[in-house]
C-alpha cells in the first residue's frame, strides 16, 4: 500500500512537471489570444502570465520583451498550418486546380479560428516592430507564397495554367487578397452594408483566380 502511494505520489509529480518548451509554448498560446482580443500595445506580460496560469515573472525567463514574445505568437499561430500545407502539396496526387482549391480552404479553415486574426496583428504593428514584421517576412510569408509558387509551377508543368513570367508576383497576388479579406472581416466588415460572408467571398475569388489561370 504504502508502495502503491508513492509510485502515485511521483506519477503526479512527473505530470506536473513540464518541459521548457511546453511551459513557453503555453505561453505564446495564451498571448496569442490576449494579443488578437486586446491589441498587442493593451497587454502586459502580467496578464500574459495570468491567462497561461504560470507566476508573473516566468514569462520573462522565455522571452526577453514583448516583442520576442510576438515573434513566438506568430510561430504558434502560423508555423504548424504552414507545415501541414506543406505536407498536402507533398503528397498530393490530384490536379493542380483542385490543389489550390485546397489551399485556399486550408487558409480559410485557419482564418476562420482566433489564431487567424494575427494576421490584422501583424499589419496593425508593422510600423511600430519593424524587427517583428521582418522576421514575419523572413520566416513564414516567403514561406506562404511558397506553397502558391509549387502549386502554380505544378500547374503550368501539366499544361493546366497557362504559362506565368512571373510566379512569384503572381503568388503574390493569390495570397495577398487572402490575407486582406481576415483583416477586413475584423475591421470593417461589421460595418459593410453588403454584408459579404466568407462563402460568397472564396467562391467569387476562386472563380476568378483560375479563370485568370486556365488556357
Do not use: H
Not at 498550418?81 to 496526387?93: G, K, M, Q, W, Y
Amino acid at each position: 500500500m504504502g508502495t502503491d502511494q508513492s509510485v502515485n505520489t511521483e506519477t503526479a509529480k512527473s505530470a506536473r512537471v513540464r518541459r521548457p518548451e511546453d511551459r513557453a509554448s503555453e505561453i505564446a498560446r495564451a498571448a496569442l489570444e490576449l494579443f488578437v482580443t486586446r491589441g498587442f500595445a493593451a497587454t502586459k506580460l502580467e496578464d500574459v502570465a495570468k491567462a497561461a496560469s504560470v507566476s508573473k515573472g516566468l514569462p520573462y525567463l522565455y522571452f526577453k520583451n514583448k516583442e520576442e514574445l510576438f515573434k513566438a505568437v506568430i510561430a504558434e499561430a502560423i508555423a504548424g498550418p504552414l507545415s501541414r500545407a506543406n505536407d498536402v502539396i507533398d503528397r498530393f496526387e490530384g490536379t493542380s486546380e483542385d490543389l489550390l482549391r485546397i489551399l485556399v480552404a486550408g487558409f480559410r479553415a485557419f482564418e476562420e479560428t482566433p489564431a487567424g486574426g494575427v494576421v490584422k496583428l501583424i499589419l496593425a504593428e508593422a510600423g511600430n516592430f519593424p524587427d517583428v514584421a521582418d522576421f514575419y517576412c523572413t520566416d513564414f510569408d516567403v514561406r506562404g507564397r511558397d506553397l502558391f509558387i509549387r502549386t502554380l509551377r505544378r500547374g503550368i508543368a501539366s499544361g493546366e495554367f497557362r504559362p506565368l513570367p512571373d510566379l512569384e508576383t503572381t503568388a503574390i497576388v493569390i495570397l495577398q487578397p487572402l490575407a486582406m479579406f481576415s483583416v477586413w472581416k475584423r475591421s470593417l466588415a461589421p460595418f459593410d452594408p453588403s454584408k459579404v460572408d466568407g462563402d460568397r467571398f472564396y467562391t467569387a475569388y476562386l472563380d476568378f483566380v483560375l479563370k485568370g489561370l486556365r488556357p
